[in-house]
């Protein structure tokens, strides 16, 4: 941690700071130059927690150094970590396609999808029980109804089954039939049900936030860790920015990022990025190439009649031929897909 | 809502798409021009809620031309509400500020910033017990024991209190104390919770979400009205933009939108907008000038030590300083402080 | 200056850091963490502007602590300076309204909305004969007619006249005429122009990107004071952000950090930031409050048949009705309007 | 082009919008809704260019259907172009990679890097001799020396040569020594500047500006190609978002988005989207992988040293392990690298 000082600082306010930092155990460094005077702080910077230092006399402002992440950060877990969700296993060399509709509609549907994405290459089932909707009248889900109909779905194929979250009690619901928990962006800061699933040891798959910086949704995972479940798996859904020419825009840069301060497995939604079909095929071969561990991908029996993002799914012989597609990339970027 | 149809669309794709409008009892308009084709459709939109018409062959996209929230909608409730928080009445011709604490530390604390707050001016309480944090490893707050310092600081002052709630279990305990619930910038779309506390009739200050339009603001408005409770109070905190010399980019423009949107009454919290106590005097009178029904102010009986947010809290005397700068300009916009 | 290590640092990386720096003639200071080490640089960074210290082996990032402006920065020239325009003083205890149409149209159109502003209280028209514009298709002024027209127009009234520059060639005609020089948005970083208009002594009026960061933007008023020129004003016009409901974002806040940062007059262009008339009264009045030096208003005679802008310019009557409720303001804040 | 009536207008008000959209030649349909009535026009608009329908009594909004550059336009020209420099192709089956420093900084630099990049695979040499940088005390480029130096370069080894331009008399200068001119991201809507490139017929690079919309970015194309130069070639670059971990946000989708849009080529510039060296290789890939027509990339025979961008530039044995590694994906997406 930095401590710059204003221009105008005096002695006293130096030593004032030096003397709380050194009273709370840490080391100091005093650089005087002409235009400007910092110090230094050595050692926990937690023991200052309680010190708002940016308020003593004399100081401009705090420049952090160090992440404030541990369990999720490369630095201190060099080697990369795979999540185990039954046989499946995301990460390592292995490139994992997670499919099904964005929102489960009947039996029918999801057993239908089911046996169409193994048929194709995925190797884990998705569906959405719990939808949050912007619109208060727009279709909420069949929550515990479709949870069991993707539980028979994952019976009747063996694929896992992942399933977004979206409150403690859809938690204590969704960890009787779920294999994998989905966090969804607009709540990857919902910190509350980050420690509740942190409680449990089902892998999470956690989306970036909307608004969500690297370093936030980084420590969005050390709650869900710093809790006891290390079992966490990312996922780039696009950001907000101001284009409009797609939903969201997805950051691909991020999965380098990731790969370089984080060891957790990290996979791209191409889907809810750009909200339109036609660009999923370009981007999943984007992803694919950058390095991610996966994908996630909206498939519908028939999106036409899809009761929540419909324009943004993939009818099954669309993704067939894109899980096709995908083989030769997987093989150039040395994965098993 | 508008239909736009692609450049080549042929007669038998129009008449589908006028088919399927119409069948669910709604009225289309066609418009061929050289360039594009677009069908009018007149009608209740819900009802093709479970058609994805942007799939049918030949349509390029969908206008839609109505907000879809209705009950905050001011073209349906033409006049400006107000909300009455026990005695004290937010909106119409008041300008009520809201001051204390980011988090309750002490029944000591809060008590002494209580009687300081309304000594100046202010006439309700603030105080966080719930304190969602980007970091674990952060204080998160004194939960039920600080709801119950606040409680005896309502007793010792008068103050209404207002506090931020982050779950179903925080409102349970909350809503034995509380006056008014708030729903923090990180939970605007925690849809669940919105309907909870729609159930109650507990009158509701909602922060805009970081990366929320005004229209998803107004859209999670309706989710809490339209559970049976009106009593919504909006407030403007800042969006996250590229800028990095404010924590957040202080939409102020947000003010007159609502005013012209929405009935329901906006305050506008410029300590979490700008995260620096520097910048709170002016931003608040900018607040006051523009239309705003009111502040949220942080005040600490000394921030250099407090656990939370100390860099953009008040001491007292500032923010009685504060108070008495904004009442001539609460004079000359006719309001009452 | 701050050099942060690698974790992984080793001792003789850190000596060829150190040792590239003290080579240049600066001083460091090192300080080793059980987490990090750091190298605290002291003395003037551009002698080390060859060097890419972030490409030596062990080296993390640099951390700078220092801004790059010097003549703009408030640190190096601590009183609030004023620009004179002819007679008009902006800055200090004037608050100035610039205002005018959005496009030159006629002698006619100038003429009369130069009496009408005048008559209002207005102390300098702006018009613009250069026209930088979306689509090649739409009008793209008058040029060197124009600029005659508004000449006329001060003679007739004896306001100084503003416009828009966006050319070495447009500068070289508008120098004849004009009393100040406007940068509009979209060439805020057009260095190559900055520094033209930095080697004249004609005023300028320089207006903040749509994306620009506020050190950004005193970076390029740094471009134009470099050259010669420190007769800058700066303009804040709204930025870019996701937010689609207003056509630009205004950034209020940069008012109170521009007063923090730099000794430069500051105004507002609420109608720019805004693209909609209705929000201009407001925001003009957020800007008087918040400590702008002024504003710069499209004032059209007949705003329905502007050939630029029209749907945010003011009438003559609003635009009369504006200045009659900001007076009271401005005595508040103490400024002369 | 569809207008959007308020809830409360009246006949006449809906009369006058239909006459005076008549009037000028166009045809109207009206759609009267419970809730909404909207007038559909038909017709070429730029007729109406010079009515502020927006202003008209009654009416809310104007939502515009179609886009506003037609030359650009692949609706209007369906198949994908090509722009040949010199012998190279740009477009259709050819993967074109362009390389070199950021600054051209020394005759010796030029030409060893030019030897360089021509072995490992690039076709085209870029190097910057007007360079516009955010302060005004940095390196700020050789001009004309240094585009003779990158003369001499193309003399060497055949490769055709991009500069940058960023005034007219940078234009007349390089105009003698340039196959092809690049406009930056900061001049994207520098419109003069396009214009006057639109002149000649000397191919052009268009980078997007940091927070240029791709429909503003496509207008920026139509200004040159309006002027009768077609030979655009676009280039994505990054746009600013709040996310600071990488200098930009590369936007991916945008390149699908433009394969859809328009016909013109697209490439990809990893190194200033990112800012950072350890992600130009990925995103190299994932730009490749998305349908991209190819790559610019930072190529400095000691990075270390570089005047200009140091630490996104690659040393040449990184480039030509990137290009070995990237000639398989051209391979899988059939194309010529």
Redesign the interface.
Known sequence: M?I?MK?DVNKQQINNVISLVENHGL?T????????T?I?????K?KL????I???GGVEKI?P??E??KLANK?FHTTSSTVKVRDVVIGGDQFTIMAGPCAIESEKQIIETAHAIKKSGATMLRGGA?K????????QGLEEEGLKYMATAREETGLPIVCEV?????VETAYKYVDMFQIGA??M?????L?EIGKTKTPVLLKRG??A????WL?AA??IM?EGNENVVLCERG????????RN?????????IK?KSHLPVIVDPCH??GKR??VN??S???????ADGLMIEVHPN?????SD??QSLPPDEFDKLCNELR??SK?VGKNL
């Open positions: 930095i710059v221009p080391k460094h005093l650089s005087c130059g002409d235009q400007v910092i230094g702080v050595v050692g926990d937690s927690s309680k010190c708002n940016e308020l003593l420049v150094v160090t404030s992440y630095k719990y949050p909707r912007t619109s208060p009248y727009s279709f979206i409150s403690l009690q859809s607009r709540n800061q919902n910190f509350y049900l420690k909307l608004s910086t690297i370093d936030e420590n050390e709650y710093s950001i907000r920015t101001f284009e409009t020419a797609t825009t997805l950051d691909i840069s991020a999965i380098p990022i370089q990025a750009t036609a660009y370009p981007l071969k984007a992803s694919i190439a950058v390095g999106p036409s009649v899809a009761l419909g324009p030769p990339f150039l």
